[in-house]
């Protein structure tokens, strides 16, 4: 099984600075996807953002960017121009290939932005 | 679009009792995945199906766990007997993926807070 680590329990940022959650996973697939997402206090799970693992660009979707190190099994999120709304918990997920979305979370990080 | 949608949004009850939770995903969307959400454990997937057929029910903990997609618009999930190790938010999610578009991203429901005292 697919195991994936944050290391990181709780971050805290000032607002416009700029934030790095890292991710460590264990696989011994060759394609895979991974994410981040992230959980505000309402609970809810929204998609930051995706990464194939096939593509050595790593994404980027506005503020949030990720650092993607295949031979090192890393993937870490970094937060631009942090914003008090950024204030949640992350989770850095696996999804192997023709698992259906069938996710692995790691454990979390809870993230801070402070005035 | 109304979303993955759980119901009941709280449940409280004693140790003991049978607990039944609600799940209605995204109408054409054919994987739906429970997830349980613990300080400890964090997000663990519990089941999945594919077509309302169970495909992965290995992180199922324990025989008093048990769930069920009898049709495409509707999953349950439950505990019987429920004990107060159970006590978690659970995720319902689901997603429309055609074969090898990975395109789609996995909706969550708001989740369904149970507490068992």
């Known amino acids: 099984a697919q195991t994936v680590t944050q290391s990181q329990p709780e971050m805290s940022v000032q607002e416009a600075e700029t934030v790095t959650l890292s991710c460590t996973y264990d696989t011994s697939e060759n394609n895979y996807y991974l994410f981040w997402y992230k959980q505000p206090p309402s609970r809810q799970m929204i998609l930051v953002i995706r990464?194939?693992?096939?593509?050595?660009q790593n994404a980027t979707e506005n503020r949030f960017s990720v650092n993607f190190q295949k031979a090192a099994k890393s993937f870490s999120l970094k937060i631009s121009d942090s914003q008090l709304g950024d204030t949640a918990m992350y989770f850095c997920?696996?999804?192997?290939?023709?698992?259906?979305?069938?996710?692995?979370f790691g454990k979390g990080t809870s993230l801070l932005v402070t005035p | 679009d109304a979303g993955v949608i759980q119901s009941p949004r709280h449940e409280v009850t004693e140790m003991g009792q049978e607990v039944t939770l609600r799940c209605k995903p995204i109408s054409g969307h054919d994987y739906l995945f429970w997830y349980r959400q613990t300080m400890m454990r964090g997000l663990e997937l519990l089941i999945y199906f594919n077509n309302n057929v169970p495909i992965d029910d290995s992180g199922m903990p324990e025989d008093r766990f048990s769930a069920k997609m009898p049709n495409a618009s509707f999953s349950t999930l439950k505990i019987q007997p429920s004990e107060p190790r159970d006590s978690a938010v659970y995720f319902c999610?689901?997603?429309?993926?055609?074969?090898?578009?990975?395109?789609?991203?996995?909706?969550f429901g708001n989740g369904t807070r149970l507490t068992v005292t």
């Open positions: 999610a689901s997603s429309g993926i055609r074969r090898g578009n990975y395109n789609s991203p996995l909706h």
């Open positions: 997920a696996f999804m192997k290939l023709d698992s259906g979305y069938a996710l692995n």
């Open positions: 990464q194939e693992a096939y593509k050595q």
